[in-house]
């Protein structure tokens, strides 16, 4: 199963650059991994529907705008994910949405049917290269989180 992790955010925004924060921290874990890829998917472009396309299962690593404090996540999968997306279009503080993706992918045909978002709520989002201490501290439980599900995923 091809599993893509794809991290989005500017690292020049303090949280706004988390995802990719993420990825960085993950990439030794899951290094050895067969079939799993990690990709910085910066601010979001639309170049990204097609490894989105290619992917088996997908799990998104971004900052969003949840109902929780900062530096706290969530993990949505599946249609809990499709239906953040869809509710609240701006739920990510990039201009070109993933909802956007998601669109692109279904009229493709391929919308991941294992997927997931991981969102973690910014605290701050302004010039500066490291995350807030708030989000820094949710960086080792994310990166559990996703490996676990990753692991889910696999064993399903």
Known sequence: MKTLVLGIGNTLLTDEGIGIHVLQALEPELADWPDVTLLDGGTLSFTLAGPIEDADALIVVDAAHIKTRPGEWVLLEGEEMDA?????????????????????????????????????????????????????????????????????????
């Open 84 to 156: 953040f997306l869809m509710s609240n279009r701006k739920s990510t503080v990039h201009e070109v949405g993933l909802t956007d993706l998601r669109a692109i992918a279904l009229l493709a045909g391929h919308w991941p049917e294992k997927r997931a978002m991981l969102a973690i709520r910014p605290d701050v989002i302004d010039w500066g290269e490291q995350p807030t201490p708030a989000v820094a501290a949710a960086i080792p439980s994310a990166c559990a989180a996703i490996v676990e599900q990753i692991r889910a995923w696999h064993v399903a």
